[in-house]
Structure formats: structure tokens, C-alpha cells
Nanobody, 122 residues
Framework: QVQLAESGGGLVQAGGSLRLSCVFS????????MGWFRQAPGKDREFVAA????????LHADAVKGRFTISRDKAKKTIYLQMDSLKPEDTAVYYC???????????????WGQGTQVTVSS
């Protein structure tokens, strides 16, 4: 019943910024976690960032720390990923996820969005 809808992907030049959004619907999110994974062509899915819905505790992957920031709006049941100083290696499909706890492990997340494409040109 849970549904996640990502938006905000696009094409940007290196050094530019994008802001991704993900709207949660179909269930309660209190005391749960939401986050972002990404997958480049020919690569495994990679953890990007996660946040607890109730308190807002965050976790960011080393590869994006200092450049990407995850946040949430509890009233809107929405999480965001502010991506600054984008690099070509950030090019990937970005997936919104939801699960019982904040984690960098794929297995901790039960629900996945359809993905939104982010392309960074040099």
C-alpha cells in the first residue's frame, strides 16, 4: 500500500545543483525512515542518504557528504535531497526508499520508488 513518488531529476553541468523530492503515501511514517539510493548504468545500487521521519536524524554516504543534504517535511510526508557541487560520477537513477529504520543497507528498506534520472555533464 505504500507508494513513493520521486521528482526533480534532470540534466545539469558539473558544479551545478538539483533538488530531489519524494512524496510518501499509503501508510504511516512516524518512527520510520526514508532515504535515497542511486544506481549508475552497470553498477550496483549505492546508498546515498537516509533520515528518520519523526526526529530528523540523518546519515549521508561518504561519497556525498558535504555536497548532498537530506531533509524532510513531516506535514507534507515528503523528503528532499539537495544536491550541490554535482560531479559527473553522481550520474545515476536516484530511488526514494522507506523502511523501519535508518540504515545504509538495502535490506532495511521495504518500499522503493520508480526512480528519477540525474545526469551531470562535464
Amino acid at each position: 500500500q505504500v507508494q513513493l513518488a520521486e521528482s526533480g531529476g534532470g540534466l545539469v553541468q558539473a558544479g551545478g545543483s538539483l533538488r530531489l523530492s519524494c512524496v510518501f503515501s499509503g501508510g504511516a511514517v512516524d518512527n520510520h525512515a526514508m532515504g535515497w539510493f542511486r544506481q549508475a548504468p552497470g553498477k550496483d545500487r549505492e546508498f546515498v542518504a537516509a533520515i528518520t521521519v519523526s526526529v530528523g536524524l540523518t546519515l549521508h554516504a561518504d561519497a556525498v557528504k558535504g555536497r548532498f543534504t537530506i531533509s524532510r517535511d513531516k506535514a507534507k510526508k515528503t523528503i528532499y535531497l539537495q544536491m550541490d557541487s554535482l560531479k559527473p560520477e553522481d550520474t545515476a537513477v536516484y530511488y526514494c526508499v522507506s523502511g523501519a529504520r535508518r540504515s545504509y543497507l538495502e535490506s532495511e528498506y521495504d518500499d522503493w520508488g520508480q526512480g528519477t534520472q540525474v545526469t551531470v555533464s562535464s
